[in-house]
């Protein structure tokens, strides 16, 4: 299996985790030099092919070559300090790697008033510059002249205290100048996880602070995945249900569509198919540079199956959508912002014909979900007689049918949306979430996931008590005496969803050293994040009651039906 | 066989799996059937609702139906039980005689297709269960997407197996599992597969069965086995041929997960292969409760070179949010509280408290208890409003504080100095390489352009942004 990740692929996006700990994001592009801060620069060409994952590191210049070398670190040097101490079975604050001293370790060197000896401890360190013996002028001499390692280690040598330093602080004093001079860097792919991690440090609020673990809980009750079926089953009065076809309005830039496209399959480039696709692009360019103002009739185009996968034309500008493990996207603005998806490949502006995105994506804006015959997309171009369009310039006909695309692929995904069937509805927004589900839960097709993000838990408490039970009871007996409920009092219908919930979640990291394990001291504070599931069902028609002796106010509707099946299960086990 | 989790069709059929939602927790899975074969559902303890009609959308509503108990012979001890009837009248498919259930005057149930998370909550427990927030982070973090092989050990109740199978999955193979698993993965174009491996004999064989009942034995291979002693390859079921899983995630749900690492390596054990994928870096997860086991698991991990390693907790809670009617106006109705909503309610009381006391000493009392008596029977008859009260949210009573530790690592690819020779051969000199990306409008205008024109070498000439970038690297001497 050839995957995305298996090496180093040249133009794409990918980090740098320098030893600060920080996320560099890169485009690496062959025959460049890559500038990576104080560690130095090296040529593009030698990250190319190689592995993620791995820590390389800036080799000192050898004479004669005008630019540094890499070097991988094997994975045992970078554990090495930690195996080594993890090596002595005493967890306890000794120096195992200090020699002792006549037979008595050196570690029990502090002796207290009454003669008995005690473990070394910081009674006695002394915070002062001046115990590193190095001036600062010296220690720049010294990064010219010698690698990275023999700094760290001359830096030690001539450190006044270090023997007083306790292991600990001896490890952390090593492991700051390691991180100071040590030119070293690891490769990460670029996936959800570190785009996460990166935006997160740089502009959160563009990700609407949407954590990693939050992301993961919306994909699983979205349940969000990959739908293998080309078409859409019919149903009996001919509409189309489900087949991975999944709404959306994403305010994060485009992190939430990566993250369902990510589970989806959607996300990457199939290795195999671009470069199948580049050679045949090469061979194309030679034998038919006119292919360009080759154009279907608009016969071809009325003909065309409205919802094939693959329609057959040479452009790919404005293809028709695919029909299945799709993500349509209602964006608020004239276009999407999906920024995000760049990194991974797809830029909306320019899209990418390789890119699956380029058919499964299906983006649409409020207006031409709610009101299609005021957008002029959607409204159809004039018709233009063949005979009038043998008249037209070469430029002006090629307009005109890109006029054509354009409007039959929106109005492929505009009728294809408003007619529903989705299989979810997955929302992070800032506009009022509220305000979206009266019109984008009916198009949700029954036990179909509805999930909800928003970064404070305000907006989605209004959405549960609209949900609440005591609404439902309300709106239900105003139905059953014939009455239309009020559309202030019920701007959504509170039969349609099933056991919305509300939760959260938070990743808290540890650390785990040998008799050094804990939580982590700081982390990000912030917006908590909130996520709202639930089912979108189908209700029956009239007033429904619950069954079972719960009299009395308060019952819950589900309770009868416990009751039965507890019993049930009873006797099942006996 | 298709499954009703990952491709649950527009309607219900029969032999599908469903999940009859009762309340929020507590839902039911059941195989949709005209006969109740209570003998093949043990596992599903509520028991098996039958009569069911089929043919209602997914997600509907069901009325309950009235249920002639007593005439049902074997099953009379389940009185409770009811047959549940969907909105069209369809006739059976099979003809069989089934008498036309009629629609009850309460009780109903909703049917909606089975996923991981609620088959998380109904499931008949066997082990400690990963739930929905542990899983959802995991398979994020171990980058389980369409196509990741998986390495699941042990299955234990099979939560994990499900959210597993559904985020690795890509596609049916079109060979039955028994096939050698090899050729399995060159001919068809899936190759997202869940190896769960599971010691306890019993909880293997549950597991398989789920998986056949579910459908998705194509995509999940349930192996009984002692992973500690004897590893994750995979053994022909003729030839004994052991093949590896080529696997690039990995979760361990041990109580020892150091004594499997040795079997997760890039070498060759013992001249048999690695069970890891070759050509790509491979993520791990560990879930272990006890902090003692992190350690070790961490002591080993870094000794087999796994690398970024990191140990984290996930915390979860879930919101309540209710209305909460405090105040004296909600006296003697149920679910309140009674305490005065501000001062003013609070110096009312008081004053009302202060003028009753005035009158009773001036001996008005009679007239005082009528009236109170009035007004605290027209209060129990008025229901609470429900938008009346104050919205809140608090953190739900019952509250997970701790389920497990989970340790992630990365293994990256094995790099030798083979790799690097070549890699360093193929990109030493300068490169010509076709922008993978899209070219502008202008751009391809301007390339169309110069090919009519017959321009040579302007095609896919890459700008040369530094001619020191060519360097010749290659020709300095090897190490």
């Given at each position: 299996m050839s995957s995305i990740h298996s090496h180093i692929r040249p133009n794409?996006?990918?980090?740098?985790?320098?030893?600060?700990?920080?996320?560099?994001?890169?485009?690496?592009l062959p025959n460049t030099i890559i500038?990576?801060?104080?560690?130095?620069?090296f040529p593009s060409n030698l990250l190319l092919g190689r592995p993620y994952y791995h820590t390389y590191e800036i080799r000192a210049k050898r004479d004669g070559e005008a630019y540094s070398r890499l070097r991988i670190v094997p994975p045992g040097e970078l554990n090495a300090d930690i195996v080594a101490e993890d090596a002595t079975p005493s967890e306890s604050r000794g120096?195992?790697?200090?020699?002792?001293?006549?037979?008595?370790?050196?570690?029990?060197?502090?002796?207290?008033?009454?003669?008995?000896?005690?473990?070394?401890?910081?009674?006695?360190?002394?915070?002062?510059?001046?115990?590193?013996?190095?001036?600062?002028?010296?220690?720049?001499?010294?990064?010219?002249?010698?690698?990275?390692?023999?700094?760290?280690?001359?830096?030690?040598?001539?450190?006044?205290?270090?023997?007083?330093?306790?292991?600990?602080?001896?490890a952390k004093y090593t492991l700051r100048k390691t991180k100071k001079y040590l030119k070293r860097f690891t490769v990460l792919p670029m996936d959800?996880?570190?785009?996460?991690?990166?935006?997160?440090?740089?502009?959160?609020?563009?990700?609407?602070?949407l954590r990693e673990e939050t992301s993961g809980l919306m994909m699983?009750?979205?349940?969000?995945?990959?739908?293998?079926?080309?078409?859409?089953?019919?149903?009996?009065?001919?509409?189309?249900?489900?087949?991975?076809?999944?709404?959306?309005?994403?305010?994060?830039?485009?992190?939430?569509?990566?993250?369902?496209?990510?589970?989806?399959?959607i996300l990457y480039v199939d290795v195999e198919e671009e470069e199948a696709q580049q050679a045949s692009e090469e061979v194309k360019a030679t034998e038919a540079p006119e292919a360009g103002l080759l154009q279907p009739t608009d016969g071809a185009l009325e003909n065309a199956p409205p919802y094939g996968t693959s329609a057959p034309t040479s452009h790919n500008d404005f293809p028709l959508p695919a029909s299945t493990n799709t993500i349509t996207l209602l964006h608020p603005a004239v276009q999407p912002n999906l920024s995000l998806m760049k990194y991974f490949g797809y830029d909306t502006n320019q899209p990418n014909?390789?890119?699956?995105?380029?058919?499964?994506?299906?983006?649409?804006?409020?207006?031409?979900?709610?009101?299609?015959?005021?957008?002029?997309?959607?409204?159809?171009?004039?018709?233009?007689?063949?005979?009038?369009?043998?008249?037209?310039?070469?430029?002006?006909?090629?307009?005109?049918?890109?006029?054509?695309?354009?409007?039959?692929?929106?109005?492929?995904?505009?009728?294809?949306?408003?007619?529903?069937?989705?299989?979810?509805?997955?929302?992070?927004?800032?506009?009022?979430?509220a305000t979206i589900l009266p019109h984008t839960i009916p198009l949700i097709r029954g036990g179909g996931t509805v999930v909800v993000y928003s970064s404070t838990p305000e907006p989605l408490i209004r959405i549960l008590d609209l949900y609440s039970k005591d609404r439902r009871t309300a709106y239900i007996s105003h139905l059953s005496r014939g009455e239309i409920p009020?559309?202030?009092?019920?701007?959504?219908?509170?039969?349609?969803?099933?056991?919305?919930?509300?939760?959260?979640?938070?990743?808290?990291?540890?650390?785990?050293?040998?008799?050094?394990?804990?939580?982590?001291?700081?982390?990000?504070?912030?917006?908590?994040?909130?996520?709202?599931?639930?089912?979108?069902?189908?209700?029956?028609?009239?007033?429904?009651?619950?069954?079972?002796?719960?009299?009395?106010?308060?019952?819950?509707?589900?309770?009868?039906?416990?009751?039965?099946?507890?019993?049930?299960?009873?006797?099942?086990?006996? | 066989m298709v499954s009703t989790f990952l491709s649950p069709g527009t309607v219900t059929k029969e032999h599908d799996l469903a999940s009859l939602h009762l309340r929020r927790d507590q839902s039911l899975p059941v195989i949709l059937s005209t006969r109740a074969d209570d003998a093949e559902h043990e596992g599903y303890a509520e028991g098996v609702v039958t009569n069911t009609r089929f043919g209602a959308p997914w997600g509907s509503q069901i009325r309950a139906?009235?249920?002639?108990?007593?005439?049902?012979?074997?099953?009379?001890?389940?009185?409770?039980?009811?047959?549940?009837?969907?909105?069209?009248?369809?006739?059976?498919?099979?003809?069989?005689?089934?008498?036309?259930?009629?629609?009850?005057?309460?009780?109903?149930?909703?049917?909606?297709?089975?996923?991981?998370?609620?088959?998380?909550?109904?499931?008949?427990h066997r082990t400690q269960v990963v739930y929905t927030p542990d899983y959802s982070y995991i398979l994020h973090r171990i980058r389980a997407r369409p196509g990741s092989r998986l390495i699941e050990a042990g299955s234990g109740s099979g939560s994990f197996t499900h959210a597993a199978a559904r985020a690795v999955f890509d596609g049916y193979p079109q060979e039955a599992p028994t096939e050698n698993d090899e050729s399995l993965r060159q001919d068809s174009e899936s190759t997202g597969k869940v190896f769960s491996f599971e010691y306890h004999a019993e909880r293997h064989r549950k597991v398989q069965d789920e998986m056949a009942e579910h459908g998705l034995e194509t995509i999940v291979r349930a192996t009984h086995r002692d992973v500690y002693q004897a590893g994750f390859l995979l053994e022909d079921e003729i030839s004994h041929e052991k093949t590896s899983p080529q696997a690039n995630a990995i979760f361990l749900d041990l109580p020892a997960p150091w004594e499997a690492l040795p079997h997760l390596t890039r070498g060759t054990l013992e001249g048999r292969p690695s069970a890891l994928d070759p050509q790509s870096a491979v993520h791990i997860c560990t879930f272990s409760p006890c902090i003692e086991q992190v350690q070790r698991t961490v002591t080993a991990l870094r000794s087999y070179d796994w690398l970024d390693i990191e140990m984290v907790e996930v915390q979860h809670q879930r919101i309540d949010i209710r209305r909460d009617y405090s105040g004296l106006q909600y006296e003697g109705l149920r679910g309140v509280n009674l305490f005065a909503a501000d001062v003013d309610q609070a110096v009312s009381k008081l004053r009302e408290v202060e003028r009753r006391a005035k009158d009773f000493h001036a001996g008005k009392l009679d007239r005082d208890k009528t009236a109170k008596g009035a007004n605290q029977s027209a209060d129990t008859n008025s229901k609470l409003p429900f938008d009346g009260g104050k919205l809140i949210h608090r953190t739900e009573p019952e509250l997970k504080t701790h389920t497990s530790y989970l340790v992630f690592a990365v293994l990256p690819r094995e790099w030798t100095e083979e790799d690097e020779a070549a890699e360093q051969a193929k990109w030493s000199k300068h490169v010509k390489i076709a922008s993978s990306g899209p070219k502008s409008q202008r751009q391809l205008k301007k390339e169309a352009k110069q090919r009519v024109k017959g321009v040579n070498g302007v095609k896919d000439e890459p700008k040369v942004t530094s001619e020191e970038a060519a360097v010749a690297i290659n020709d300095a001497p090897a190490e």
């Open positions: 794409t996006f990918l980090f740098l985790r320098l030893p600060s700990d920080i996320l560099k994001l890169l485009e690496i500038e990576v801060g104080k560690l130095g620069s120096e195992p790697a200090t020699p002792s001293v006549n037979g008595q370790s050196q570690a029990y060197d502090v002796v207290s008033e009454d003669g008995t000896v005690v473990v070394k401890n910081n009674r006695l360190t002394i915070d002062d510059a001046s115990r590193q013996a190095l001036s600062q002028q010296e220690i720049e001499e010294l990064k010219k002249s010698s690698g990275g390692n023999e700094v760290i280690e001359k830096i030690l040598a001539n450190h006044a205290g270090l023997d007083e330093k306790t292991s600990f602080s001896k959800l996880g570190n785009v996460i991690e990166y935006v997160m440090a740089k502009e959160a609020p563009r990700i609407m602070e699983a009750w979205g349940n969000v995945h990959a739908v293998v079926e080309d078409e859409v089953p019919p149903t009996n009065d001919g509409r189309r249900v489900g087949a991975g076809r999944w709404l959306v309005h994403d305010e994060t830039g485009g992190l939430l569509v990566a993250a369902m496209a990510e589970r989806m399959g014909p390789v890119h699956p995105m380029h058919t499964h994506l299906k983006p649409l804006s409020w207006l031409q979900l709610l009101h299609p015959d005021l957008d002029a997309t959607y409204r159809e171009p004039e018709k233009v007689s063949d005979a009038e369009l043998r008249t037209y310039k070469s430029g002006k006909r090629s307009t005109h049918y890109k006029k054509l695309r354009r409007w039959s692929r929106c109005k492929a995904i505009v009728d294809e949306t408003r007619e529903g069937g989705f299989d979810g509805l997955v929302i992070a927004a800032n506009m009022d979430p009020d559309s202030e009092d019920f701007p959504v219908d509170p039969r349609l969803l099933l056991a919305p919930t509300v939760q959260s979640t938070r990743a808290r990291a540890w650390q785990v050293l040998p008799g050094r394990t804990h939580p982590v001291m700081t982390s990000r504070g912030g917006a908590e994040g909130y996520v709202l599931s639930a089912r979108r069902v189908m209700p029956v028609e009239g007033g429904v009651e619950a069954r079972g002796n719960y009299g009395g106010r308060g019952k819950r509707k589900a309770d009868a039906l416990v009751g039965g099946v507890s019993d049930a299960g009873a006797d099942a086990a006996a | 139906s009235k249920v002639d108990t007593g005439s049902r012979g074997r099953n009379s001890q389940k009185p409770k039980k009811r047959k549940a009837e969907t909105l069209e009248n369809q006739e059976n498919e099979d003809g069989t005689f089934t008498k036309d259930a009629v629609v009850a005057s309460s009780g109903f149930v909703h049917v909606v297709p089975p996923t991981p998370e609620n088959w998380t909550t109904s499931l008949p």
